[in-house]
């Protein structure tokens, strides 16, 4: 059994402390709470699970039954009215289906005319209502029985017997579609009406960008080839993208670290398809606790060989020798900062002694497996890539000075490129991104995947055609140097991703030095995780339009 607030990150223990009190007289025959054995998800997501003390025995109702006699000190009771003031609920699992409940109530007194101070109450019953399909439970439900609270409002020490019900009722839904009710939780009409509007947003945003797009091949594209087969000379020489094409494929600075980026935004996106492909499946459902981050490593240590096939592959086309570098850092440029920032978040949560600390155990686990398994195959991943590495289509150079590029407009200028390229993208998916922050940090169930991917790949289908736009305009004004730039553009979205949640935070009722770290923290590596993704994406997108359009100039 656990216990969360609405609004907090950090846990608080006193429902567990009530159930798992020895000293209390109970009727339940195991008088101790016992710690259950966590998986590495679990243990990533700061759960500690013990058994409870409520004994609900399959198709045995239970009346009033009583839990334990506690009695609670004046320090007790204040940290009972502190959890019941933001909104604290518990959380168990019976037969691995997750319930909750409130564990108080604030009764505001603030409209009556003596002006008193708002009233605790602490809930001292729980009543379960199970529901049951022959010998298999389908649904379950705890309420905490507003009839039944003591006043805490004082600073009073209190004795206080805690008390359960279990009814069981018979069923028809079959056992497969037991989950279905955590389904309907997230298709409630407000949440549908949500969900629309951010698909309809999405739709208008492409059709008008491949509307744009559409236009500029059929004005300005089309008339550049016709002009450039016409014979004439002089009109050939206004042609700005044609005359930058012997330094169109000039290698771009820092070549190792630009491959790095590219392995590393090829794994994560991996990484991100395979998970879709998981929940689509059935193996990785939201109610299986800590799965989500089960998979996450072990998904992300064996998409290493990506990172190092892309990264090396790339490299070894305009070099022969040097291509170990872009793999050690595509091995380092996601993984070396997420590290740094869970080390630090590790060091804050144990000084705060939370279950969020990740135990010595855990942590030399994920050395091992790291350096067992994943430096291995990113070294594996590297050699493939540079003994079996494409071939580079184009002529290129590595002449380290170009042409000298003329003035240009400020859309065609780097920061005006990142602006749009990442404001348009971003300004389609922000009402899913709302949802899914207040998914992860509000501790809902996420249930519908399909939404989700849907989402994802508009986020992908704008980033790649806005490339494919702002490519064109920067080679229009003679401007060659499109590799850095073009990564820069699609990453600029985990910018934006990254300054809403400093909104999201804002309007958020989350507090304190741990809370607020923790969630900037993993904030930002969520978003720099899209930066390299997406980033990916937009380079090997102008990749390929840069190749069709000065291919058709030399075929023509």
Same mark, same amino acid.
């Given at each position: 059994?656990?216990?969360?607030?609405?609004?907090?990150?950090?846990?608080?223990?006193?429902?567990?402390?009530?159930?798992?009190?020895?000293?209390?007289?109970?009727?339940?025959?195991?008088?101790?709470?016992?710690?259950?054995?966590?998986?590495?998800?679990?243990?990533?997501?700061?759960?500690?699970?013990?058994?409870?003390?409520?004994?609900?025995?399959?198709?045995?109702?239970?009346?009033?039954?009583?839990?334990?006699?506690?009695?609670?000190?004046?320090?007790?009771?204040?940290?009972?009215?502190?959890?019941?003031?933001?909104?604290?609920?518990?959380?168990?699992?019976?037969?691995?289906?997750?319930?909750?409940?409130?564990?108080?109530?604030?009764?505001?007194?603030?409209?009556?005319?003596?002006?008193?101070?708002?009233?605790?109450?602490?809930?001292?019953?729980?009543?379960?209502?199970?529901?049951?399909?022959?010998?298999?439970?389908?649904?379950?439900?705890?309420?905490?029985?507003?009839?039944?609270?003591?006043?805490?409002?004082?600073?009073?020490?209190?004795?206080?017997? /805690?008390?359960?019900?279990?009814?069981?009722?018979?069923?028809?839904?079959?056992?497969?579609?037991?989950?279905?009710? #955590?389904?309907?939780?997230?298709?409630?009409?407000?949440?549908?009406?949500?969900?629309? /509007?951010?698909?309809?947003? *999405?739709?208008?945003?492409?059709?008008?960008?491949?509307?744009?797009?559409?236009?500029?091949?059929?004005?300005?594209?089309?008339?550049?080839?016709?002009?450039?087969?016409?014979?004439?000379?002089?009109?050939?020489?206004?042609?700005?993208?044609?005359?930058?094409?012997?330094?169109?494929?000039?290698?771009?600075? *820092?070549?190792?670290?630009?491959?790095?980026?590219?392995?590393?935004?090829?794994?994560?996106?991996?990484?991100?398809?395979?998970?879709?492909?998981?929940?689509?499946?059935?193996?990785? #459902?939201?109610?299986?606790?800590?799965?989500?981050?089960?998979?996450?490593?072990?998904?992300?240590?064996?998409?290493?060989?990506?990172?190092?096939?892309?990264?090396?592959?790339? #490299?070894?086309?305009?070099?022969?020798?040097?291509?170990?570098?872009?793999?050690?850092?595509?091995?380092?440029?996601?993984?070396?900062?997420?590290?740094?920032?869970?080390?630090?978040?590790?060091?804050?949560?144990?000084? /705060?002694?939370?279950?969020?600390?990740?135990?010595?155990?855990?942590?030399?686990?994920?050395?091992?497996?790291?350096?067992?398994?994943?430096?291995?195959?990113?070294?594996?991943?590297?050699?493939?890539?540079?003994?079996?590495?494409?071939?580079?289509?184009?002529?290129?150079?590595?002449?380290?000075?170009?042409?000298?590029?003329?003035?240009?407009?400020?859309?065609?200028?780097?920061?005006?490129?990142?602006?749009?390229?990442?404001?348009?993208?971003?300004?389609?998916?922000?009402?899913?991104?709302?949802?899914?922050?207040?998914?992860?940090?509000?501790?809902?169930?996420?249930?519908?995947?399909?939404?989700?991917?849907?989402?994802?790949?508009?986020?992908?289908?704008?980033?790649?055609?806005?490339?494919?736009?702002?490519?064109?305009?920067?080679?229009?004004?003679?401007?060659?140097?499109?590799?850095?730039?073009? /990564?820069?553009?699609?990453?600029?979205?985990?910018?934006?991703?990254?300054?809403?949640?400093?909104?999201?935070?804002?309007?958020?009722?989350?507090?304190?030095?741990?809370?607020?770290?923790?969630?900037?923290?993993?904030?930002?590596?969520?978003?720099?995780?899209?930066?390299?993704?997406?980033?990916?994406?937009?380079?090997?997108?102008?990749?390929?339009?840069?190749?069709?359009?000065?291919?058709?100039?030399?075929?023509?």
């Amino acid at each position: 059994m656990k216990c969360h607030s609405a609004s907090q990150v950090s846990t608080l223990a006193s429902t567990e402390t009530v159930a798992s009190n020895k000293n209390g007289r109970t009727h339940n025959p195991f008088d101790k709470v016992l710690p259950k054995k966590e998986s590495l998800g679990e243990v990533l997501n700061g759960d500690r699970l013990t058994n409870s003390l409520y004994m609900l025995k399959f198709k045995l109702d239970n009346t009033d039954a009583a839990l334990c006699q506690k009695k609670i000190n004046q320090n007790d009771i204040a940290k009972f009215r502190n959890a019941i003031a933001m909104d604290y609920y518990f959380q168990m699992y019976y037969d691995d289906l997750p319930l909750w409940g409130f564990i108080g109530k604030v009764e505001d007194n603030s409209w009556s005319m003596d002006g008193k101070a708002p009233t605790y109450f602490l809930f001292k019953h729980i009543q379960f209502n199970a529901l049951h399909n022959n010998n298999q439970i389908i649904e379950i439900h705890a309420f905490s029985d507003p009839n039944s609270a003591v006043d805490i409002t004082d600073d009073v020490d209190l004795d206080i017997t /805690f008390t359960y019900s279990v009814f069981w009722n018979e069923t028809s839904t079959p056992f497969k579609s037991r989950m279905n009710r #955590y389904l309907r939780a997230s298709l409630l009409p407000v949440h549908q009406k949500i969900h629309w /509007f951010s698909c309809v947003n *999405s739709v208008v945003i492409i059709v008008l960008l491949f509307g744009l797009l559409a236009f500029l091949f059929m004005q300005n594209l089309r008339n550049d080839l016709r002009r450039n087969t016409g014979g004439d000379e002089e009109e050939n020489k206004e042609i700005g993208w044609k005359c930058i094409q012997n330094d169109i494929f000039r290698c771009p600075l *820092s070549m190792p670290l630009f491959c790095a980026a590219l392995g590393t935004g090829a794994q994560l996106l991996t990484l991100v398809l395979v998970l879709f492909a998981l929940a689509f499946t059935g193996i990785l #459902y939201p109610q299986s606790r800590g799965a989500l981050s089960t998979s996450i490593i072990i998904v992300y240590t064996l998409t290493s060989a990506v990172a190092g096939y892309t990264s090396a592959s790339f #490299y070894s086309q305009f070099a022969k020798t040097g291509w170990e570098r872009s793999v050690f850092l595509a091995g380092t440029l996601f993984f070396g900062p997420f590290i740094f920032i869970a080390f630090t978040l590790n060091l804050v949560a144990a000084y /705060f002694g939370t279950t969020a600390a990740l135990p010595f155990g855990t942590i030399f686990v994920l050395v091992i497996v790291h350096m067992v398994i994943g430096i291995p195959l990113l070294a594996l991943g590297g050699l493939r890539g540079c003994n079996f590495r494409p071939e580079f289509q184009e002529s290129h150079t590595n002449r380290k000075f170009s042409r000298e590029v003329p003035p240009s407009t400020w859309y065609c200028r780097i920061p005006g490129q990142m602006f749009i390229a990442g404001l348009l993208p971003f300004s389609a998916i922000v009402m899913e991104l709302h949802q899914l922050y207040a998914s992860i940090w509000g501790y809902k169930i996420f249930t519908l995947p399909g939404i989700l991917f849907i989402t994802f790949m508009i986020l992908v289908l704008v980033t790649a055609v806005l490339s494919i736009l702002l490519t064109y305009f920067q080679l229009t004004v003679e401007d060659p140097d499109w590799w850095w730039r073009s /990564f820069l553009r699609g990453g600029s979205v985990g910018i934006f991703m990254f300054l809403y949640s400093f909104y999201f935070y804002s309007k958020s009722s989350m507090s304190g030095f741990m809370q607020t770290v923790f969630y900037f923290g993993y904030s930002a590596s969520m978003c720099y995780a899209f930066f390299l993704m997406l980033g990916t994406v937009s380079f090997y997108t102008s990749l390929t339009f840069v190749r069709r359009i000065y291919h058709a100039v030399k075929s023509e």
